[in-house]
């Protein structure tokens, strides 16, 4: 009696923990279905579970990892964006699963091809991704595991992308902001997303504003994302915005269009000067210089000014006069090297008042 009493209460005690099992396994794999993902919104820290899950995503070209385009046993979570910009979600540091995730435009089960950003390996076995977002939008990021028999919990962060450089150009009003993202095309559309393209280069001056700002960022030559590009047409570069193709400063050799894929431009940091690269920016990292329009451009200097009190006037005059022919730089208004009619030009066009 004694045996088959224990064995009943055995067998009782299995069913149930069998049964807790089977609630767990269901609770926390609540947001197992594409379409039905969990609602967040905001900047924080959110907790995942894909204990019990199954995969309901689909494989994708843009999740290719170490031969695998799956996210298995997938959780999904429908995010609200709280402000316009570039966004990093990370699993680093939150999980001990070796992770993939994904993230898609809109909320539901996403439509094939749709990826916006996937990362399986970018933190030890973690991963991270980062993609542009829009004030009150919804985004689907869905985390899983690279392996069919992987499972675990833990947490991810989402969170903006602060700019590693942030500067204005006095001489156009434009602001320049510095990113590290990895291809070109991404760079562009982020540049975009914050309503510019990636920087346009006008002449000598703004060349060397750039080097100068982001080429050796972090004390390192940096590898700078421009927006010059021949893919509409090979060997025609243009500007993404329409700035006219007046100027360039490619290094040596180059464009050479090395393996018949390079179609857009980086600048060298240190060097200040040109190279063609494919999109995907090969194995090189690469700082993406974004420029956003600053609005109506300062007016153009009061060249003729040439004693700096405010006017063009009779003074100015005589100065240019005293030093006619010769190469005095403060005189010399075109900078071409010599003091002649064509300053004078310069300084009667702007007689009176400077603005």
């Known amino acids: 009696m004694t045996k088959i009493q224990v064995s009943r209460v055995v067998r ?21 279905a594409c379409s039905a993902p969990t609602p967040i ?3 924080g820290v959110f ?42 979600v990370a699993l680093c540091g939150g999980t001990t699963l070796d992770t993939k995730m994904a993230a898609y435009p809109g909320c539901g089960c996403p439509t094939l091809d749709s990826t916006i950003a996937c990362n399986d390996d970018s933190c030890s076995l973690q991963s991270k991704l980062q993609f542009g977002a829009t004030a009150g939008a919804t985004y689907t990021i869905r985390v899983g595991a690279y392996a069919a028999t992987g499972f675990g919990s833990g947490s991810f962060t989402i ?13 156009n009003g434009n602001r320049y902001i510095g990113l590290n993202i990895a291809s070109w095309a991404a760079a562009e559309a982020t540049a975009q997303m914050f309503g510019g393209h990636l920087a346009s280069i006008a002449d000598q001056a703004e060349n060397d504003f750039i080097q100068q700002n982001f080429g050796s960022y972090g004390g390192t030559s940096q590898r700078l994302w421009i927006g010059f590009n021949d893919i509409a047409s090979e060997g025609t570069f243009a500007w993404p915005d329409g700035t006219p193709a007046n100027y360039s400063n490619w290094n040596a050799g180059e464009p050479n269009n090395a393996g018949s894929g390079e179609d857009v431009a980086e600048m060298l940091g240190t060097q200040g000067t040109w190279n063609d690269m494919p999109d995907s920016g090969g194995t090189y990292l690469h700082l993406a210089v974004i420029e956003i329009a600053g609005g109506t451009p300062p007016p153009p200097t009061c060249r003729g000014d040439i004693n700096l009190d405010g006017f063009v006037a009779g003074a100015d005059l005589g100065i240019l006069l005293g030093d006619w022919a010769q190469a005095i730089s403060r005189s010399d208004l075109d900078q071409d090297g010599l003091v002649t009619g064509a300053d004078l030009g310069i300084l009667l066009g702007d007689w009176g008042p400077c603005n």
């Open 12 to 32: 009782s005690n299995l069913a149930i923990a069998a049964s807790s099992l089977l609630m767990c396994a269901t609770a926390n794999a609540q947001n197992d």
């Open 41 to 43: 919104a905001g900047y």
């Open 47 to 88: 907790q995942f579970s894909t204990v019990g899950a199954t995969t309901d995503g689909n494989p994708d070209a843009a999740c290719l990892f170490f031969s695998v385009t799956q996210v298995f046993n997938d959780v999904w979570f429908c995010w609200t964006a709280p402000a316009t910009g570039l966004i990093e």
């Open 159 to 171: 969170g903006a992308v602060v700019p590693l450089v942030d500067v204005t150009n006095p001489v």
